[in-house]
């Protein structure tokens, strides 16, 4: 995340108070908005999967579904390298239509997985992922470090998850399902310092600071997606 950099001890007193007061809103607003866009995918993804009509024109089609996919990318990519010129309507607008077409593009695990176990893994996500969240937010220990060699572990999740692709290896993708929830468990506890940080610096709750927290809630989100992804991947049963 490209977050603004304040310093709090520049500061009058004056707006320490107005920071001080900012600090638990924003939190909230980051949670918030992270709870909404994960209740708005997960409503969007069990829709189009009771759909077979939807299914049948997401699926069988590749030109449908890689749009689907490339504006994904395209919003992420749109909501962090424009925040700054973007609205607070526009980039709420931006972030609740990429939940809608992340639900549709996963609801694909509800044919492949069934929804007993679906329900299980979401709710061992969400504990791990609160668990994780917390550590972040409460320890004294800074988690700055931890920032490149995450960074470094996406990057080989990646490139192995692309050679995968035309080897496919299923030891290799359960070794690549591990390594990943160990990746974005650790980034769970470092983003959420990273915001609370950001959060404790704002100046104020004014327009521009809420658009960054709705940043760090897409990026909470992503962590949280992701997280359940692989962890379906592990502990998922498939349908017969």
């Not at 992340?102 to 679906?118: C, K, P, Q």
């Not at 998850?161 to 160990?182: D, E, G, P, R, T």
């Not at 950001?198 to 100046?203: G, R």
């Not at 990026?219 to 502990?235: A, G, M, P, R």
């Amino acid at each position: 995340m490209d977050y603004e950099e304040f310093n709090y001890g520049a500061m009058t007193r004056e707006q320490q108070l107005s920071s001080s007061l900012a600090f638990p809103v924003l939190m909230r607003k980051v949670y918030l908005w992270m709870t909404l866009a994960l209740v708005i995918t997960g409503l969007t993804a069990y829709y189009v999967a009771s759909s077979p009509t939807l299914l049948f024109h997401i699926f069988s089609n590749k030109l449908v579904l890689l749009g689907l996919l490339g504006g994904e990318f395209l919003l992420v990519i749109g909501l962090s390298a424009a925040i700054n010129k973007l609205s607070l309507l526009m980039v709420t607008l931006m972030f609740t239509i990429y939940s809608v077409v992340n639900g549709a593009t996963l609801s694909v695990i509800f044919l492949v997985y069934t929804a007993e176990s679906i329900m299980s893994v979401f709710f061992i996500t969400a504990a791990t992922f609160g668990g994780m969240a917390l550590y972040g937010y409460f320890t004294k220990k800074d988690l700055t470090s931890w920032g490149n060699i995450l960074f470094m572990g996406l990057i080989g999740i990646i490139i192995a998850s692309l050679v995968n692709m035309f080897v496919h290896n299923s030891a290799l993708q359960l070794i690549i399902s591990y390594v990943a929830v160990l990746v974005f468990v650790g980034l769970t506890a470092y983003d959420s310092q990273k915001i609370k940080k950001m959060m404790l610096q704002a100046p104020d709750a004014g327009e521009s600071m809420q658009k960054l927290a709705l940043l760090g809630a897409l990026t909470l989100y992503l962590d949280f997606i992701n997280l359940f992804l692989q962890l379906l991947k592990i502990l998922g049963s498939r349908r017969s």
